[in-house]
């Protein structure tokens, strides 16, 4: 069945904006009487019929509901450079949210080679996702900021981890994350973070992390990270 995005809920009625509506009406050519669902990004799973189809802003009647949607005991933020090709970067986002994630922060770093996001179109490839593997919630996506800025606004009692192929001493990611956990991941650039870098972090409270042996692109180390939090928290 097709699942609409909307925030626009209220009591047994909805409104899909004007991109949902012409995906509906023009692209799908669904009709009045037609089931659908919903998710509104925050947890609720909808079943509705079509009341208006109409291509600028489409109506329907909520028939079901389905409240806290396949909620997740645990929380994971990933902080990752964005790739120099912004293809791999949209890839990364795209399977982290089909596989399950909280917060996403891109982070420039010394040795980061893309210093631009447009946030408008890697929000649409969340959306994309989220309605592609059935999920009700939307990850947050956080600002473009500085690793400085970064580490040092994130204090909170998070489980912190920075991944990095330095030789020093790291904790096995499958020895670290335990079920039921908040834990925030970073993820340096093609060139990895800087030796300063992972120090400034380490002193912030961050702990080294190892994803495995092989030496992993930046967006297969960031989806690495997020499935593994992801098939910990499946033991439990």
């Not at 969340?126 to 593997?133: C, E, G, L, P, T």
């Not at 920075?162 to 499958?174: G, M, N, Q, S, V």
């Not at 079920?179 to 080294?208: C, K, T, Y």
Request: overall charge negative; charged content about 25%.
């Amino acid at each position: 069945m097709h699942i609409f995005y909307t925030t626009q809920i209220q009591n047994d009625h909805a409104i899909l904006d004007a991109g949902e509506s012409h995906h509906c009406v023009k692209v799908l050519r669904l009709t009045n009487g037609d089931a659908v669902q919903l998710i509104d990004g925050n947890g609720g799973f909808y079943d509705a019929v079509i009341e208006k189809a109409d291509h600028r802003q489409c109506l329907l009647k909520i028939t079901g509901v389905r409240k806290d949607f396949e909620k997740r005991n645990y929380h994971i933020h990933i902080a990752m450079a964005p790739t120099k090709n912004i293809d791999r970067f949209e890839w990364f986002v795209e399977k982290c949210t089909e596989i399950g994630i909280d917060e996403i922060t891109p982070i420039l770093c010394e040795h980061s080679e893309r210093k631009i996001l447009k946030p408008e179109r890697v929000q649409r490839v969340i959306v994309s996702a989220v309605k592609q593997s059935l999920k009700a919630y939307i990850p947050v996506l956080n600002p473009l900021q500085s690793f400085t800025e970064f580490i040092e606004n994130n204090t909170a009692s998070t489980r912190k981890f920075i991944a990095h192929c330095y030789d020093e001493p790291k904790e096995k990611i499958a020895d670290s994350i335990h079920p039921g956990e908040s834990i925030l991941i970073m993820i340096g650039p093609e060139g990895d973070f800087s030796g300063e870098e992972v120090d400034r972090a380490l002193n912030m409270g961050f702990h080294g992390l190892s994803l495995g042996n092989s030496r992993l692109r930046t967006e297969t180390a960031g989806v690495v990270a997020c499935h593994s939090v992801y098939f910990i928290n499946q033991q439990s």
